[in-house]
Nanobody, 123 residues
Framework: QVQLVESGGGFVQPGGSLRLSCAAS????????MSWYRQAPGKERELVAA???????NYTDSVKGRFTISRDNAKNTMYLQMNGLKPEDTAVYYC?????????????????WGQGTLVTVSS
């Protein structure tokens, strides 16, 4: 199987910045898509940003211009640079990856999730 390990969450004041990381490990053949989700208390989990293996990125409207998603394919690692943080950004952030395990000759598709990391934005 694949394991996703997240880091970078914490407490920041409004207007501050954080950088989240998600490292994938396992018998990975490819990761066509990686994404960040978040879930605030009492709210539905929402897609924040997604990025393809080629670097094409998409963002939910509420974070456009403030967040930047990126990935290092050599390290199987994804990042989320969060600037200009607002209290409404407070949530548990989850890493998600669409992964092919195995090899070119036998690849198994799998959707993997990280454990989540808490981001708190408050004065």
């Amino acid at each position: 199987q694949v394991q996703l390990v997240e880091s970078g969450g914490g407490f920041v004041q409004p207007g501050g910045s954080l950088r989240l990381s998600c490292a994938a490990s396992g018998s990975i053949f490819s990761i066509p898509r990686m994404s960040w989700y978040r879930q605030a208390p009492g709210k539905e989990r929402e897609l924040v940003a997604a990025i393809s293996a080629g670097g094409s990125a998409n963002y939910t409207d509420s974070v456009k211009g403030r967040f930047t998603i990126s990935r290092d394919n050599a390290k199987n690692t994804m990042y989320l640079q969060m600037n200009g943080l607002k209290p409404e950004d407070t949530a548990v952030y989850y890493c998600n990856a669409d992964v092919y395990l195995g090899s070119y000759y036998y690849a198994v598709p799998l959707s993997a999730w990280g454990q989540g990391t808490l981001v708190t934005v408050s004065s």
